[in-house]
């Protein structure tokens, strides 16, 4: 049974352009989010996605939008990419209905931003 | 909003012997999960342990165990009998019921080196 799996695992991009990264959940979850963990930080929520619907957002600009497909995979886009994006980006998968059940995390997508 | 604080940056400890990382945090609810992750060099978060806080009885997972203090908003983890493989981030989470199971507030966690 595979866990979450994010790519690409590494990523540099250049200041103004455009990144989508791409998370795959766990089997049988629907639910997935997303967080940002910058340097020497614990991980900030970016926003969460259920029933192809961004449910929950953190305090994360509009330039950082996502989607989710019907077979529950997700992107995080990144629009206009500035240094302080550079970071390490971390997707979890979840079972809406299961109350106590626990966030499974993938290896996370290394982003630079030169 | 909620805050985490972990004020240990790095802790480090003998094989076998027993550590003590601190996290305190700050809610106005009173229901509520307390986690507390492991993330290794391959980067993947691990959850070591939970607490729920309308349990008063401290959580234990095989060698880990917490000190849950709800009053003192305080919810320390112990790590007994330490071992190589526990050398890694430890990160403190706070849960908001309101928000469901997805939205954690994590600390800046600790460093955590196990020393032969």
């Known amino acids: 049974d595979a866990g979450v799996t994010q790519s690409p695992t590494h990523l540099i991009k250049t200041r103004g352009q455009q990144v989508t990264l791409r998370c795959s959940p766990k089997s049988g979850h629907d639910t997935v989010s997303w967080y940002q963990q910058a340097l020497g930080q614990g991980p900030q929520f970016i926003f969460q996605?259920?029933?192809?619907?961004?449910?929950q957002r953190g305090n994360f600009p509009d330039r950082f939008s996502g989607h989710q497909f019907p077979n529950y995979s997700s992107e995080l886009n990144v629009n206009a990419l500035l240094l302080g994006d550079s970071a390490l980006y971390l997707c979890?998968?979840?079972?809406?209905?299961?109350?106590?059940?626990?966030?499974?995390f993938g290896s996370g997508t290394q982003l630079s931003v030169l | 909003a909620q805050t985490v604080t972990q004020s240990q940056p790095e802790m480090s400890v003998q094989e076998a012997e027993t550590v003590t990382l601190s996290c305190t945090y700050d809610t106005s609810e009173s229901d509520y999960y307390l986690f507390w992750y492991k993330q290794p060099p391959s980067r993947q978060m691990i959850l070591v342990i939970r607490q729920e806080a309308y349990k008063q009885q401290n959580a234990t997972e095989n060698r880990f165990s917490v000190n849950f203090q709800k009053a003192a908003k305080s919810f320390s983890l112990k790590i007994s009998d330490s071992q190589l493989g526990d050398a890694a981030m430890y990160f403190c989470a706070y849960r908001d019921p309101n928000f469901g199971n997805e939205k954690l507030t994590f600390g800046t966690g600790t460093r955590l080196t196990i020393i032969p």
């Open positions: 996605y259920y029933e192809e619907e961004e449910r």
């Open positions: 979890a998968s979840s079972y809406r209905q299961g109350v106590k059940e626990k966030l499974f």
